[in-house]
């Protein structure tokens, strides 16, 4: 079965300095990766997703992300975060492997906390 | 404007007494699911169902019922809450194929029971 591993549960950076969220997952067989964003008392918003191509994916908000299939990794990067970036994010996989292509495996989640 | 609504936002309740919640899109999708949002634990699928009668158990279905009589509406019902099915619960919908789509999620549902 697939499983999805988020390195930190928490990263304090200050603001327009870079961060670097890091996702591992079990297998690369057949899988579809994805980042979301959920904002304080929200719901959970897509950031950004790979499906293939490119290894290099760019999101919404200055958010990209880099699938590596060697190191089964999809870290979330962002030059200059903002204070608004504070959120919880979360990586998830989906493929024949997680239990179907509309089946989200996700990781813990990592809190990133922006301070001035 | 696309989107999937839950209801209530927030409930609080007590052992035992049945519970429905709500779960509505307008986007025509096929494909639904419930998952749950724990500390620690990150989100975990209920049920899920592929159309209209045809639903099938996630990873932490105990607890749970779902039912699917219309395309556009997915309740959860817990028919005997207790304690440990506090949580945050997040209704989703998508297309469905032999691809992956874009997950389309709902505000979320603070549950707590006492």
């Known amino acids: 079965a697939q499983s999805v591993t988020q390195l930190d549960s928490q990263v304090p950076v200050f603001e327009e300095a870079p961060v670097e969220l890091r996702c591992n997952y079990s297998?690369?067989?057949?899988?579809?990766l994805f980042w979301y964003v959920q904002y304080p008392n929200q719901g959970l918003q897509l950031l950004l997703k790979?499906?293939?191509?490119?290894?290099l994916v760019k999101g919404i908000n200055g958010f990209e992300a880099e699938f590596n299939k060697s190191q089964t990794s999809f870290h979330l990067r962002k030059p200059s975060v903002h204070i608004s970036d504070t959120a919880e994010y979360f990586c998830?996989?989906?493929?024949?492997?997680?239990?179907?292509?509309?089946?989200?495996?996700f990781g813990a989640g990592t809190r990133l906390a922006v301070h001035p | 404007e696309a989107q999937v609504t839950q209801n209530p936002r927030y409930l609080i309740t007590v052992t035992g007494k049945k519970l429905t919640v709500t779960c509505s899109q307008n986007m025509n999708h096929e494909y639904m699911s419930w998952y749950r949002q724990d500390p620690g634990l990150g989100l975990r699928q209920i049920y899920y169902s592929m159309n209209v009668e045809v639903t099938d158990k996630g990873d932490v279905p105990e607890g749970y019922k779902v039912s699917r009589k219309e395309k556009r509406n997915f309740p959860l019902i817990l028919e005997s809450p207790s304690p440990n099915q506090t949580s945050l619960y997040f209704c989703a919908s998508s297309l469905f194929g032999q691809t992956t789509y874009e997950q389309y999620f709902g505000p979320g549902t603070r549950l707590t029971v006492t």
């Open positions: 297998s690369s067989v057949s899988v579809y």
């Open positions: 790979y499906l293939s191509g490119s290894t």
């Open positions: 998830a996989v989906s493929g024949s492997l997680s239990g179907g292509y509309n089946k989200l495996i």
